[in-house]
C-alpha cells in the first residue's frame, strides 16, 4: 500500500464495495436553493479512518461559526443522525434529511431535495474537473492538502463566473 493513512471505506457498489481513502464533508454556502444555484466551498474536515458524516458536524459547524454564517435551510445525506445536527447546528430554521420524515411542507421538502441531489452533482465535478477524486499526495496531511486546493480552484471559478 503506498499511504499508509489511508482506511477502508465500506460502500455500496457492487463493483467495488471496499475502498482505500479518507471521508471529507463538503459543505456549500448558497444563497438560494433555485435550479443551478453555486456557492462556494468551506474547507473540508477530515479525518484518518472511516468517520460516519455526524463525527465530521462539529467541525463544519465551528468553521460556520467562526465566518459568521447562520444558514436559514440545511439539507444533509441520510447518513447523519438529527440529534448531532440539531446539537452543532441550533441556529437553523430548517433541516432536511434525505430519507426521513420532516415536519416541514411536502412543497419545500421536495425543494430542498432536489437541491440535495443536485449537490451529489457538484460532487461529482469537483471529482471530474477539480482533481478531488484522487489525491497524489501521501498521508492524511496530504490528502487534506490535495482537497483544499481542489475547493480553493472550485471557488475561484465560481468567483470569476460571478464577476463576469
Request: aromatic content about 6%; charged content about 25%; hydrophobic content about 35%.
Amino acid at each position: 500500500m503506498s499511504d499508509p493513512d489511508a482506511r477502508p471505506i465500506r460502500k455500496g457498489k457492487l463493483r467495488a464495495p471496499t475502498e482505500f481513502g479518507y471521508v471529507v464533508q463538503i459543505t456549500e454556502i448558497t444563497e438560494n436553493t433555485r435550479r443551478g444555484a453555486r456557492g462556494l466551498i468551506l474547507p473540508a474536515p477530515s479525518r484518518v479512518g472511516s468517520p460516519n458524516e455526524s463525527d465530521l458536524l462539529p467541525a463544519t459547524g465551528a468553521e460556520l461559526d467562526r465566518l459568521g454564517i447562520t444558514p436559514r435551510e440545511v439539507a444533509l445525506d441520510g447518513g447523519f443522525q438529527p440529534s448531532s445536527v440539531d446539537e452543532h447546528l441550533p441556529a437553523c430554521e430548517r433541516t432536511f434529511i434525505a430519507g426521513r420524515q420532516s415536519a416541514g411542507s411536502r412543497r419545500t421538502d421536495r425543494r430542498l431535495a432536489r437541491y440535495r441531489v443536485g449537490a451529489e452533482g457538484r460532487i461529482s465535478h469537483l471529482k471530474r474537473g477539480y482533481g478531488l477524486r484522487r489525491s497524489r499526495l501521501k498521508g492524511h496531511p496530504g490528502a487534506r492538502t490535495w482537497t483544499a486546493w481542489s475547493i480553493l480552484a472550485y471557488n475561484l471559478d465560481t468567483l470569476a463566473i460571478r464577476a463576469a
